[in-house]
């Protein structure tokens, strides 16, 4: 099974929303993007939240925008043996030390897991956070097909309130 890595965070000390994915899928990793499948709705479901159509832009541009508007990207996983793109594939998972990479966010306000995977090994590392509002959001990806992306949406916008 292959072993597959993340990219570098894109965040910084003004970062007040941290989106913290699992691992890239495979379209991501081929063209190191996040969020690079044309099927993921991430850039509408982010750009909505920050009030802009960020799915147009070059994806400089697009890294570049969020971080104007403090919002930062990262996966809770460094690398892990996967077959595929799917969460579900994925074994012998070497997570980040998230707890750290907080501490160097002193604006930090929310914590946006984007699926349930990246919930469920994110927030092993992040209980307790005084001040840090923690959120399962629904998976942006076309996998997770049981929601609309309307009713993803809803459920995404709620980021807006952090970032005030």
Do not use: C
């Not at 899928?25 to 909505?48: K, P, T, V």
């Not at 997570?95 to 750290?100: I, K, M, P, T, V």
């Not at 090994?121 to 209980?127: A, E, I, K, V």
Request: hydrophobic share 40%; aromatic share 8%; proline share 5%.
């Amino acid at each position: 099974m292959p072993l597959k890595f993340a990219f570098p965070p894109s965040a910084d000390a003004a970062t007040r929303v941290l989106v913290l994915g699992s691992l890239p899928g495979d379209a991501s990793i081929r063209q190191g993007e996040y969020y690079a499948h044309r099927g993921n709705a991430f850039w509408h479901l982010i750009g909505d939240v920050v009030g802009e159509n960020l799915r147009a832009q070059p994806y400089a541009m697009r890294l570049k925008r969020l971080r104007a508007h403090h919002v930062g990207l990262w996966d809770v996983m460094e690398s892990a043996q996967r077959e595929g793109s799917l969460d579900s594939r994925i074994r012998q998972a070497d997570l980040r030390n998230l707890a750290d990479f907080v501490e160097r966010l002193p604006d930090l306000r929310a914590i946006a897991f984007n699926g349930k995977t990246a919930a469920l090994h994110g927030r092993r590392q992040l209980t307790d956070r005084p001040g840090i509002t923690l959120l399962d959001l629904p998976s942006t990806s076309g996998a997770y097909a049981s929601l609309s992306r309307e009713a993803k949406r809803e459920r995404w916008m709620a980021l807006r309130d952090h970032l005030v």
